[in-house]
C-alpha cells in the first residue's frame, strides 16, 4: 500500500515566516516611499520595528490558511510547481508596483488590481482553495489595517473604504494566491 508523504507544514511555515518579515517590509517600502503609506512615527527607512513581525504573520496565516482550508475541504495537496508560484508572486510584486506608484485615482486602481487578480485567478490557481484563500485575506487584511489606521499606527493617503484604500483588498486577492502558492510548495 503506497501511503502519501507527510506534508512538510513546519519548514513551509518557517519559510513562510522568514519570507514574510524580509519581503514584506521591502514591498511595504514600496507603499511608504511612493506616499501611499506612512507610519506615524516612523523609525528606520519610514518604516517601524513591528513591521517584519506583522508581514511575519500575515505570511504565515495566509499560507498555512490556504493548507488548512484546502485540508478541510479534502483537496490534495499538490505542488503548484515553481513556474506558477514564480508567477504568481511577480504578480503579487506587481499590484505592490502599481498600487504604489500607479498615477491614477483610487477607483481606478482598484479596478485594475481587481481585474488583475483575477486574472492570475483564472490563469494560475481557480480553485476552491484560492478562492477562498482570497477573500479571507481580502477580508483579514482589511480588518488589520483598519484596526491600525483606528489606533493612529498607520495611515493611507486613499481612504475611500472606510480609512482603507478601494485597492487594499484586491492588492491582498493577489497576496493569497502568491503566498498560497509558496506554502503549496513548500509543504
Known amino acids: ?19 514574510g518579515g524580509t519581503v514584506g517590509p ?4 514600496l507603499h511608504t516611499f511612493s506616499g501611499a503609506t506612512w ?4 523609525q528606520l527607512l519610514r518604516s517601524v520595528w513591528w513591521c517584519p513581525p506583522l508581514f511575519a504573520g500575515a ?10 482550508t484546502e485540508k478541510l475541504l479534502g483537496v490534495p495537496l499538490e ?14 510584486v506587481a499590484g505592490y508596483v502599481l498600487s504604489g506608484f500607479l498615477p491614477a485615482s483610487e477607483e481606478a486602481k ?13 490563469r494560475l490557481d481557480p480553485s476552491r482553495g484560492a478562492a477562498l484563500g482570497a477573500l479571507g485575506a481580502g477580508a483579514g487584511g482589511w480588518v488589520v ?15 475611500l473604504l472606510d480609512g482603507i484604500p478601494l485597492w487594499l483588498p484586491p ?10 502558492h509558496l506554502a503549496r510548495l513548500l509543504a
Open 145 to 159: 489595517e483598519h484596526t491600525l489606521v483606528g489606533q493612529g499606527l498607520f495611515f493611507h493617503r486613499e481612504t
Open 39 to 42: 507610519y506615524a512615527a516612523p
Open 1 to 19: 500500500m503506497h501511503r502519501m508523504p507527510t506534508p512538510r507544514w513546519g519548514r513551509a511555515a518557517l519559510v513562510l515566516l522568514l519570507v
Open 59 to 68: 505570511a504565515l496565516a495566509i499560507g498555512l490558511g490556504r493548507l488548512v
Open 110 to 122: 482598484a479596478a485594475i488590481l481587481l481585474f488583475w487578480a483575477g486574472l492570475v485567478f483564472v
Open 79 to 92: 505542488d503548484p510547481g515553481a513556474l506558477k508560484a514564480s508567477l504568481s508572486m511577480i504578480s503579487f
Open 26 to 29: 521591502l514591498l511595504d517600502g
Open 171 to 180: 492588492l491582498y486577492f493577489l497576496a493569497a494566491l502568491a503566498i498560497g
